[in-house]
């Protein structure tokens, strides 16, 4: 619902924390406490929330200006993940996002290009499977003097050298590139199928107090090539990925503590996204929800008791001590797909300033009674 990915309700509350550790000092990198680290879903921000936009009813969408920041609410993401291989088989997954947070609702009035209301934050990992190690990189930066920023007049966003932009006069082909010290991505995407408008119409609720909700759509299959880097080595790559926008002023309410997150791609050139939201007292919350793309990108509409997700294993990070579940049966009666989810690595989790776990995931088994395979990745958040 990115994370995300849907980092909302914690992602808020941190971002408002990180923006004005941004503003303020000029080593953007500076670490938050490890209490920050682990912070709490709530979205008690409704003194910070004054001002910004809501979403609140299904809206008109236009490209490319959608593509670009909307300012006017709090936050907002660009999130792409995918599944690769080289001309040998080996496998590799990798997420790349961009995060908009505003400090205030209104931009400061002066005079100096470094001032701005608007922060932004990235993430880039790398799932090496053969080498059975995850990368991790993270970055922020004001949006002033253009260190990082988004267009409405073409897709273009950035934070530093970490970009995916429009590589002509159409959305697509799209070129995603980020480069940490020990990995790297420079990849084109490109777009058999055309966008995916979640929710009613675009708009995700995603509990029931109003405004509680956010604007989104996907590409949810993109065919992708390119160059992975990893290690000192140069692997020339191919594979498919997942794009997600979502933009909001609030999203969770005071009684959900997070999310998993599936976005699988399955082998009959159909898509399943599903996050099932999780109240604090550790039941599914009826919010809910997701959507199943066919072939030909009509989307059907996932409610929370259309999906039934049982757990099958369990991981605990040696890292932060949290566990997290690591394999799932999902299944959907009605359109007769039962599979099991396995991530490539138990080790996705993301140590940065925010803990979540977010990897690369196999998907194998029926649907209507034949075999059926894909991949995808899941994110989980919340678990602490």
């Not at 970009?163 to 490109?190: C, M, N, V, W, Y």
């Not at 995916?196 to 708009?203: N, W």
């Amino acid at each position: 619902m990115k994370t995300k990915l849907l980092i909302y309700g914690s992602l808020m509350a941190l971002l408002f924390v990180i923006g004005l550790q941004v503003l303020v000092r000029s080593d953007a990198k500076t670490a938050v406490t490890e209490g920050q680290k682990n912070a709490s879903f709530s979205t008690d921000l409704s003194n910070e929330n004054e001002g910004f936009a809501r979403a609140l009813t299904p809206r008109e969408f236009s490209f490319p200006s959608d593509h670009g920041p909307h300012n006017d609410f709090r936050s907002e993401w660009w999130y792409f993940t995918g599944n690769l291989k080289d001309g040998r088989g080996r496998q590799f997954g990798y997420e790349l996002t961009f995060f908009r947070f505003a400090a205030k609702a209104d931009a400061p009035a002066s005079k100096s290009v470094w001032r701005s209301n608007q922060t932004y934050m990235a993430h880039l990992t790398l799932t090496d499977v053969q080498g059975n190690r995850f990368y991790t990189d993270e970055r922020f930066s004001r949006a002033g003097n253009d260190l990082a920023g988004a267009s409405d007049k073409k897709f273009q966003v950035w934070l530093y050298d970490w970009s995916a932009k429009t590589e002509g006069e159409t959305d697509f082909p799209l070129r995603l590139q980020a480069k940490s010290h020990d990995f790297a991505i420079d990849l084109l995407l490109t777009s058999p199928k055309s966008y995916v408008l979640q929710g009613d119409q675009g708009l995700s609720l995603k509990s029931r107090e109003p405004g509680n909700a956010s604007y989104y759509y996907s590409y949810p299959r993109l065919s992708t090539e390119g160059t992975v880097y990893v290690a000192g080595k140069q692997f020339s790559v191919t594979g498919s990925s997942w794009m997600d926008r979502e933009w909001s002023t609030s999203a969770l309410s005071s009684e959900q503590s997070g999310w998993d997150w599936f976005a699988l791609q399955l082998s009959d050139n159909t898509e399943l996204m599903f996050y099932r939201l999780r109240r604090k007292n550790g039941k599914a919350d009826s919010n809910s929800a997701g959507s199943l793309v066919l072939a030909d990108n009509v989307k059907v509409a996932l409610k929370d008791n259309d999906v039934t997700i049982k757990i099958l294993d369990s991981w605990t990070s040696p890292h932060s001590k949290i566990s997290y579940p690591s394999r799932w049966r999902l299944a959907v009666p009605s359109q007769g797909i039962e599979v099991e989810v396995d991530p490539l690595l138990s080790d996705q989790e993301l140590n940065v300033s925010y803990r979540y776990w977010e990897g690369a995931v196999s998907v194998k088994g029926t649907k209507n009674g034949q075999p059926i395979s894909g991949q995808g990745y899941v994110e989980l958040a919340g678990y602490q």
